[in-house]
């Protein structure tokens, strides 16, 4: 199962009749603007390449990475590719009385180097952050002000 992120702006009736804001005119500018500008950047930091060191797992494994180097399929250092930042994407956008976005990646190994605990390969574990830490970092620094300040862009007018 491919990891994913979801994004939720829910605005309670009261606050809507009080302020006279519609969740189907805000709800999307608030959730593009928090995964353009909050969690995407987030996800597509590469932190430094660890260096730490990978035993094999067999001795197929072994014999499989030393024919691969010598033929030429396999360079160490292991190039970076930038795969894994670059498909980070809001993938849907949809609700009732809620907005939800969803950020997802088509990669296949993005849980072993991004998933939260029990996915994520402990290769990658303390240098990549989980989709978790980065929801909480999220949600917890910039979220709010991100969509506190499209409300007020609202209530008040370009």
């Keep these: 199962m491919p990891v994913k ?32 500008d909050s969690v995407l950047p987030h996800l597509r930091e590469y932190p430094p390449a660890s260096g730490k060191k ?4 067999s001795a197929k494994q072994r014999k499989y990475f030393f024919a691969a180097l010598r033929s030429g399929k396999m360079r160490i250092p292991y190039p970076r590719s930038g795969s894994l930042a670059r498909n980070w994407k809001l993938s849907s956008i949809g609700g009732m009385r809620t907005i939800t976005g969803r950020i ?41 002000a991100i969509a506190e300040s499209i409300i007020n862009q609202e209530l008040n007018g370009p």
């Design 104 to 144: 997802t990646n088509p990669r296949p190994y993005d849980k072993f180097v991004q998933g939260d605990d029990g996915d994520q390969a402990g290769y990658h574990a303390g240098n990549w952050r989980t989709v978790t830490d980065i929801a909480m970092i999220s949600e917890s620094q910039e979220a709010g």
């Design 5 to 36: 992120i979801d994004v939720t702006i829910e605005l309670n009736a009261t606050l809507q009749r009080i302020l006279k804001i519609e969740i189907d005119n805000i709800g999307e500018p608030i959730i593009r603007a928090i995964a353009d």
């Design 54 to 57: 990978q035993p094999f797992k």
